[in-house]
């Protein structure tokens, strides 16, 4: 048996710089991830197939289109394998969550079989993020965020809270509201610097169009962390705090308040 986490992708910042031709947006990205996630289990069979369990499995339309079951079809994994994924994410989140199954299975068929020498243009063909989300480290991306570079991390780590308000925000119409105003690139400097001089342009038009993340927002900052921002396209937010006893006390904080909305805590990897 094969076993793998699917590590929650976050945006430390997310400048958006332009339209592109293509339909796509132009980005300069500060990916992050944090040490928890869905998980996997995968079994030699003789075909592929896909079992789904968690609290999130029901959102998951159809379990033979997903990314899974795509990212299985693109790469050399003997006769099959029979997949159990445990969908403890959020789907449509800002978190990465298919991407990230997708880059689980490509860690496990590199570790079983090696993966193929364009196995990053593979990645991207599935979705942008899935380049990054193979790696699962701290890395920037640009073009439309499938071209990545690793960068050394001085948040390794740090203490973080993610929260969702249990409100699906499909990606599509956040970059469609996007106002096209290109607002400067992502700063230099190292992860902390970076994260804390730099923005998520999609925060504004993803409010306009769920205004509970302004409200989540609010709350995050609230409890004192070092950054809080919402990652990707939403409706995720996250909080970087500086001691696990921080976290802690945020998170019993906003389940208080919020019990409907959704919580994990983990660490910056």
Sequence with gaps: ?????????????????????????????????????????????????????????PQID??????????????PHGSGWSVSLEKRLPVAAGLGGGSADAGAIFRMVDREYGLPQDWQARAAKLGADVPACVLSETCIGRGT??????????????PALLVNPRVAVPTGPVFKAWDGMDRGPMPTGSVQEIAVAGRNDLEAPAIALC??????????????????????????????FESDADVKVAAASLHRAHPEWWLMEGKLR
């Design 145 to 158: 965020g499938a071209e990545i570079e690793p960068v050394q991390s001085d948040l390794t780590g740090t």
């Design 62 to 75: 159809d379990p033979f289109g997903n990314i899974v079951a795509k990212a299985l079809s693109t790469l």
């Design 1 to 57: 048996m094969f076993t793998e986490t699917a590590y929650a992708k976050i945006n430390l910042a997310l400048h958006v710089r332009a339209r592109r031709a293509d339909g796509y947006h132009e980005l300069e990205t500060l990916f992050a991830f944090v040490d928890v996630g869905d998980r996997l289990e995968a079994v030699s069979s003789g075909r592929d197939e896909l079992k789904t369990s968690g609290e999130f499995a």
């Design 211 to 240: 205004p509970v993340i302004a409200q989540v927002l609010d709350v995050l900052r609230n409890t004192g962390p070092m950054l809080a921002r919402m990652s990707g396209s939403g409706a995720t937010c996250f909080a970087l």
